[in-house]
């Protein structure tokens, strides 16, 4: 099949990577120090045994509309692989190139819950496919990305009925090398239950300049956390039919769920302390960026104000997911970190100390 990667960052390049070595004909869209990189010298891509592949003569442009114009044959698939604060300017480039798109199905990966929505309604359900992926990768250079720890993989889930015309994407998927793609019935399942992972010492890392692992640690962090998690959970059964917890490769997430709804804490933080310890340990997540970089821009909209926007919606209280929201909003524009004690108040409604 041929394969367009939109967007190749990490996430991207390691996709993408996968199905090279699967012999798939991927095709990337990224950034110009991308693009003289692997033009220069190939994609690499190292693996936690030292392993490392050096993928050359691939197909690379920095604008959707330049790949589109050298491919020698339509694609089959667009794989979507920028944050989700860019996926508005991407639909604006995909509808501007939509005859040399043709039918190409739209694959989403974005982190969060509304994506696969605007997609849906800008070229319908029926050309969108949601995706997440769980296995750690990060990038060592503009054209070089490490697979942290040999665990996770990719999820697939068709957003309207008609799954059975998604089956090579699913089965070019699954033939890659490390991507241990699965297919899903239930799309809004695997995406929140994607999100219970994506808010797990994210939001609170970035506020506080601390690893997860420290917050999972701390006594009063750790409450802060759990009440976002259940507010979450809460969230998911309200919806009508409930969405329900599903194990997505490598996460046992509805172990977690079934934990975090029936446990007390004092039990409970243990477990996932050391859970946390063993699978994020030092590194910091994703949302630290945004505050570290001033970025001015967060993807904690589609995830902790997710669930606060759907709480509204369904009549659920939400308020720490809101005040985390609030907090990271303001802090990806200043790029200033808070006290423990500011952060604790704040998520316990007083957010003058923000």
Not at 271 to 290: Q, T
């Amino acid at each position: 099949m041929r394969f367009l990667v939109f967007g190749a960052g990490a996430v991207g390049a390691w996709i993408g990577a996968n199905l090279v070595m699967a012999r798939q004909l991927v095709a990337f869209v990224g950034r110009p120090s991308f693009v003289a990189a692997v033009r220069e010298q190939g994609l690499r891509v190292a693996l936690p045994g030292g392993e490392t592949w050096r993928l050359c003569d691939l197909e690379a442009g920095t604008t959707l509309d330049e790949v589109l114009q050298r491919a020698s044959a339509p694609f089959d698939a667009v794989l979507l692989c920028m944050k989700s604060f860019a996926l508005d300017q991407a639909i604006a480039e995909l509808r501007a190139c939509a005859d040399a798109l043709g039918a190409a199905r739209l694959v989403a990966f974005q982190n969060g819950i509304g994506n696969e929505a605007a997609l849906a309604q800008a070229f319908g359900a029926q050309r969108v496919l949601a995706a997440t992926l769980t296995s750690p990768v990060s990038l060592d250079a503009p054209a070089a990305v490490r697979l942290e720890r040999s665990s996770g993989g990719v999820g697939l889930a068709a957003l309207d009925a008609a799954r059975a015309s998604w089956s090579g994407i699913v089965h070019a998927m699954a033939g890659a090398p490390l991507l241990r793609a699965r297919a899903y019935a239930d799309w809004q399942a695997m995406k929140w239950s994607k999100l219970l992972l994506n808010l797990m010492g994210n939001a609170a890392s970035a506020l506080l300049g601390l690893p997860p692992a420290a917050i999972y640690r701390d006594r009063r962090l750790f409450a802060v956390e759990m009440r976002a998690l259940r507010e979450a959970l809460a969230v998911m059964a309200a919806h009508d039919p409930p969405i329900r917890a599903v194990n997505l490769p490598g996460y046992p997430v509805r172990a977690l769920a079934l934990g975090v709804r029936h446990l007390p804490d004092a039990l409970l933080q243990p477990l996932l302390a050391h859970l946390v310890a063993r699978g994020r340990g030092n590194k910091l997540p994703s949302l630290y960026y945004d505050v570290a970089g001033r970025t001015g821009r967060s993807e904690v909209i589609v995830l902790n104000g997710a669930v606060a926007d759907a709480g509204r919606r369904l009549g659920v209280p939400a308020p720490t997911n809101a005040a985390l929201t609030a907090m990271m909003v303001r802090a990806a524009q200043a790029g200033n970190t808070l006290t423990r004690e500011d952060f604790i108040a704040a998520c316990s409604g007083d957010l003058s100390t923000t």
